[in-house]
């Protein structure tokens, strides 16, 4: 069974571009969620996609967004990237909405901005 | 503002020894999650804890969660090498819409 597929692996930007990451949360998962990972805030809530609508943000400024498609992939965007949006991006699916047993992580994007 | 945090941060353990790691959260909650990550990779699910008094046990790794406390421990039983790993505790809270708040971590590391 695959499990949550985060594509690329690695990614380097320059300040001002902006970016799109790609999820494929495991097969038959309808729930995906978004976390960033930096040294200094630790591991903070992006957002979380159920049926292709967002049903939960956390606080990051309007310069990331993400949406949902009908097979349940996901994709985040960061707009006007900044050296601080340097981080490990989670992505992480479960069979429902909601945290319930816990979510299966991908490996992730480390995406380097500079 | 909710948190949760973690202690130690740091641990440093011989092998063979027994320690345990702590996690207080703030708030109201019946479920808490830990999961390792091993540098530069993903997180790995270890346990979850699903209601007040549960306990968990694989391996040399036993978590259980105190509800009114709120407080959750990760015990390791004589460690060793394959341990090291940073461990995180998540909690999930009711009516914040479905999210972890994570922990600060903990890094441990074994030696031989």
Known sequence: KAGVTQTPRYLIKTRGQQVTLSCSPISGHRSVSWY?????????????????????????????????????????NV??????????YLCASSLKLGT????????????TVV | ELKVEQNPLFLSMQEGKNYTIYCNYSTTSDRLYWYRQDPGKSLESLF?????????????????????????????????????????????????????????????????
């Open chain 1, 36 to 76: 960033q990972q930096t040294p200094g805030q630790g591991l903070q809530f992006l957002f979380e996609y159920f049926s292709e609508t967002q049903r939960n943000k956390g606080n990051f400024p309007g310069r990331f967004s993400g949406r949902q498609f009908s097979n349940s992939r996901s994709e985040m």
């Open chain 1, 100 to 111: 319930g047993r816990g979510y299966t992580f991908g490996s992730g994007t480390r995406l």
């Open chain 2, 48 to 112: 979850v804890l699903l209601s007040n008094g549960a306990v968990k046990q694989e391996g040399r790794l036993m978590a259980s969660l105190d509800t009114k406390a709120r407080l959750s421990t990760l015990h390791i039983t004589a460690a060793v090498h394959d341990l090291s790993a940073t461990y995180f505790c998540a909690v999930d809270v009711a009516n914040t819409g479905n999210q972890f708040y994570f922990g600060t971590g903990t890094s441990l590391t074994v030696i031989p």
């Open chain 1, 79 to 88: 707009s006007t990237l900044e050296l601080g949006d340097s981080a490990l």
